[in-house]
């Protein structure tokens, strides 16, 4: 055989047919008697692999990209050249579950191909064309910094420092890189930009509810699970590195149901799936509660002492009895119960008017409020017994009386009143028998988990699902409890060393930096239209009312446009709502937009002035997420390529190039009214780097995690030689060798929760709530303010992190190669389309042009696209924003009441599009040849 040519050699395999595999000229035995060692043709390629299997270097890599991952790699460099990255398979050990190693997916394995890939930025651009066109100039870095610095100086002496804009996404992804351009936007008074809510991964309910940012277990501790709903989750194909735990989780035992409109990657893994009709899932939950709380299955106890449902409400305002309706000098902050046992209402302890003996010295910007110094054992009833249900006459200081019910006698009238299981069977289109059989199993189950993320997240009502989720968690007293509660994962939101993040990014603290609500701000500058009139929601009305009142805030002030956008780390054009009325209106209000990435993506396309920053395998800095308790990091494995410099190093650059400028036109100084404060501009690199303290990126990356007490005291050196797990954690204690899970401190400890009443709040007693009757958690229908008959649905794709690697050869060998539209037959047979044909899908917001592809598992009625493909890819017109209007819910401009307030990425509204209703038709226009 050996003699053979390969030529020949197929010749004759295709000859011997059935012959081969038994005793034909080439069976299997003479394959297996072939001499391994003699020498044959095509020897070369042997060689070339086992040279990649040989190095000169092996170093530290993270994916600084926001995908929830941090994997711990390793990378490999030989000649100069980085040849492959390897998952490191060495994180912490945790005890009686599953480990995390070895953490990695399909996508970082093509890390490497984007240090060396077409579209990498090798030296700064500046346009020549116009935005879009693809029409550049090379130029060098001290020509393209100059023109960005006497920009900024002139639109600071004309314009103001909040004319300036600075965006870039979640810090836990890479907090080096993130704190370099908020430091530079900080010392000159530029605006920086939310991020969490903006696209969609805070989850505002839990901020209702909680009065927390949001926390959630780390993975590991689905193991301890012994029923899970995947509500809208989809972790098999979003959560790949962690996924393995709900594996090994159904083999020890526990019982894992779906709920998803679609027959997903998860799904087909589960014991059962439900599958309601797209945004129905708040009466699906309702209709469970109804069935826990019927038939006795809730925890009375847990409700009493951890939630507000036995407060009292008076009947003819709809607010809480408060201390200043009956006391005298009172607070409108302290909250009663009515005791069964004295007959009469008390105050119940904790509230947002009580304060702990020892006061706290830091305000987490995590929390609403600091509750953790007030003692263990706050919440405890003690002798008290609060009733639930009941009327009761109570005489106010005035001397009038008035009726008063708890909340939670109101709240179930309701829940058995409209939310029966035969109801929300017609509106869910689930069985009733069913929703009884899921009610009774989450209910009988220790403990029940709850897990969710972007599918129930990204609808205009997510709020109200996220407090039912909360509500069915609090009927069986799941919150707080290792394998129980309610887990939201979407996003790499959570940096537990924020401390250090914020020192490093705000010198002169976060108080004096302007931050402003991205979906706001891109609602009013893009002039967004949202089409809210139809189903009689005012949106400029709340606004208005938000904005004048300073509950949320909108940079520039009066009515001003911004005139500099500067985006890093982020492609902001790609992923935005509105995408439409971003191109048409806002795009046009800046005089410069400058970007600094990687590569040419939409962002940078579509800028005037784009930076090469160095790959994540060429610069040092951290990674850390929610979905484990590690501190990972990244080294370089060679220095940055071509003239790339890293995020620091180009903002130290900047600020040089800022002062020079300022010092070249006689403007150096001027006072800053919002925040009086003097500012200098002839000082900036002094500033910047603390005065050569930070000239480093590896200085930046070590004070952070000296600065914050979760790590103090790990060193870069550590982290070289493996991940170290953070030294305490948010919302509960973090125990050696025991898996993560939040809320301990307030259901365990029995601390009050950080919320306006201390305690997990269903009842919002705010004019907001009210007009849009949801002072309760209530279900309301998917919004239909798009006359058009298909909802429109953008999940997360297996084969991308939002828009990286949507370009990656290896990925899109995976899939067709290109972006697509999923389809149900039913759909595309009414509108004459086969499979890959091009197709139209449109609204009054936009269009798309993309091929299809039929999928059996799609509802009727529903067609989905994957997210955010580059504008440039295989679409002949728009992308999946094109189609997507900006959409904020009035609940989530609520701000200065109690713990619904405004801070950066606490709360604030986002911009949903799972309420988009679209048309779609076959495609008739030219369609582009490739070569």
Not at 40 to 53: A, K, L, M, S
Not at 417 to 435: L, R, S
Not at 493 to 513: E, I, M, R, T, Y
Request: with cysteine; hydrophobic share 35%.
């Amino acid at each position: 055989m050996a003699e053979q040519s390969r030529r020949n050699f197929l010749k004759a395999a295709g000859a011997a047919s059935v012959g081969v595999g038994l005793a034909g000229t080439f069976s299997f035995r003479t394959l297996a008697a072939t001499d391994p060692g003699k020498a044959y043709e095509y020897t070369g390629w042997e060689q070339f692999h086992r040279d990649q299997w040989s190095w000169d270097k092996k170093t530290r890599g993270a994916h600084l990209i926001n995908c929830t991952g941090a994997c711990p790699h390793f990378v490999y460099q030989k000649n100069g050249v980085i040849l492959r990255e390897e998952q490191s398979k060495d994180a912490p050990m945790l005890n009686g579950v599953p480990e995390h190693n070895p953490r990695g997916c399909n996508k970082g394995e093509c890390a490497t191909d984007y240090v060396y890939s077409p579209t990498r930025l090798k030296y700064p651009l500046i346009r020549v064309g116009e935005r879009g066109e693809g029409k550049w100039r090379r130029a060098t870095w001290d020509e393209a910094l100059g023109m960005i610095a006497n920009k900024i100086v002139d639109t600071i002496k004309t314009d103001g420092p909040d004319a300036i804009s600075v965006y870039s996404p979640v810090p836990a992804v890479a907090p080096v890189s993130f704190s370099a351009g908020h430091r530079f936007a900080h010392l000159i008074g530029a605006h920086a930009h939310t991020f969490f809510d903006w696209y969609g991964d805070h989850p505002p309910g839990q901020t209702q509810t909680c009065g927390v940012q949001s926390d959630t277990c780390e993975t590991a501790d689905w193991y301890n699970a012994r029923y899970i709903m995947l509500w809208g989750a989809n972790p098999a194909q979003t959560r790949i590195p962690d996924a393995h735990f709900l594996s090994e989780a159904q083999l020890n035992g526990t019982k894992i149901v779906s709920v998803a409109p679609d027959y997903n990657s998860s799904t087909i893994k589960a014991d059962t799936w439900v599958h309601p009709k797209p945004g129905t899932d708040v009466a699906l939950g309702l209709g469970m509660a109804h069935v826990i709380i019927k038939e006795r299955l809730h925890d009375t106890h847990n409700l009493k002492e951890q939630t507000d449902l036995p407060l009292l409400v008076r009947s003819d305002t709809k607010r809480f009895l408060r201390e200043a309706d009956m006391v005298e000098g009172g607070s409108p902050n302290r909250f009663y119960a009515w005791d069964v046992k004295t007959m009469r209402p008390v105050l119940m302890r904790g509230s947002w008017g009580d304060e702990p003996e020892v006061k706290p010295s830091v305000q987490p910007p995590f929390l609403a409020r600091n509750t953790l110094t007030f003692p263990d054992g706050t919440l405890d009833l003690g002798e008290l017994d609060p009733a639930l249900e009941g009327r009761f006459k109570i005489k106010l200081l005035d001397g009038a009386m008035v009726e008063c019910r708890p909340v939670f006698d109101s709240y179930r009238e309701r829940i058995m009143a409209d939310y029966t299981p035969e109801k929300v069977a017609a509106i869910t289109g689930v069985n009733a028998k069913v929703i009884t059989q899921l009610a009774r199993e989450y209910a009988m189950a220790k403990p029940a988990m709850i897990i969710t993320g972007g599918g129930t997240g990204h609808w205009y009502f997510s709020d109200l699902l996220m407090r039912v989720f909360h509500l069915l968690s609090s009927l069986t007293a799941n919150e707080g409890k290792q394998g129980g509660g309610v887990n939201h994962y979407i996003g790499q939101w959570k940096p537990v060393f924020v401390p250090g993040v914020a020192a490093l990014s705000f010198p002169q603290g976060a108080g004096k930096q302007r931050f402003c609500q991205t979906t706001i701000w891109t609602y009013v500058h893009a002039e967004a239209y949202d089409g809210m009139e139809k189903v009689g929601v005012d949106t400029g009305k709340y606004l208005k009312q938000a904005i004048n009142s300073k509950q949320m805030p909108i940079y520039p002030r009066d009515g001003r446009d911004p005139k500099v956008f500067i985006c890093y780390r982020g492609n902001f054009l790609n992923q935005a709502k509105g995408q439409k009325y971003v191109l048409r209106n806002l795009w046009p209000k800046f005089d410069l937009i400058v970007t600094a990435n990687i590569r040419m993506d939409s962002q940078a396309l579509y800028s005037d002035i784009v930076l090469p920053s160095a790959h994540w395998y060429e610069k040092t800095d951290l990674n850390v997420t929610e979905e484990h308790t590690f501190i990972n990091m990244t080294e370089p494995a060679i220095p940055p390529m071509f003239e790339s410099k890293t995020d620091w190093q180009i903002f130290r650059a900047l600020v040089k190039k800022v002062e020079e400028a300022a010092v070249a036109k006689g403007f150096t100084k001027f006072y800053d009214e919002q925040f009086k404060w003097n500012r200098d501009l002839s000082t900036l690199v002094a500033q910047f780097t603390d005065n050569g303290k930070f000239d480093t990126d590896e200085a930046a990356a070590q004070f952070i995690l000296d600065t914050a007490p979760q790590s103090k005291g790990i060193t870069l050196a550590d982290l070289r030689e493996k991940p170290r797990r953070y030294k305490s954690n948010w919302t509960s204690p973090l125990k050696e060798g025991v898996p993560y899970t939040p809320f301990q401190f307030f259901a365990v400890n029995k601390r009050p929760w950080p919320t306006l009443t201390g305690r997990q709040q269903f009842y919002i007693d705010h004019e907001v709530f009210f007009s849009m009757g949801v002072e309760l958690p209530v279900y309301k229908p998917p919004v239909e303010a798009d006359k058009y008959p298909l909802r429109f649905n953008t999940p997360h794709s297996r084969h991308s992190v939002h828009s990286t690697f949507k370009d990656n050869p290896l990925m899109l060998r995976l899939q067709r190669g290109g972006p697509i539209a999923e389809v149900p037959l039913a759909e595309a047979e009414a509108r004459g389309l086969k499979d890959n044909d091009w197709a139209e899908i449109f609204n009054d917001h936009g269009r798309v042009i993309v091929r299809i592809r039929i999928k059996p598992g799609e509802q009727p009625g529903r067609i989905s696209m994957y997210h955010t493909p580059e504008l440039y890819m295989d679409l002949i017109e728009g992308s999946t924003q094109s189609v997507c209007p900006i959409r904020i819910t009035p609940t989530h401009l609520v701000g200065n009441y109690g713990h619904l307030l405004f801070r950066p990425n606490y709360y604030g509204p986002a911009g949903s599009q799972r309420d988009t209703r679209v048309e779609m038709r076959k495609y008739t226009g030219a369609v582009q040849t490739p070569l």
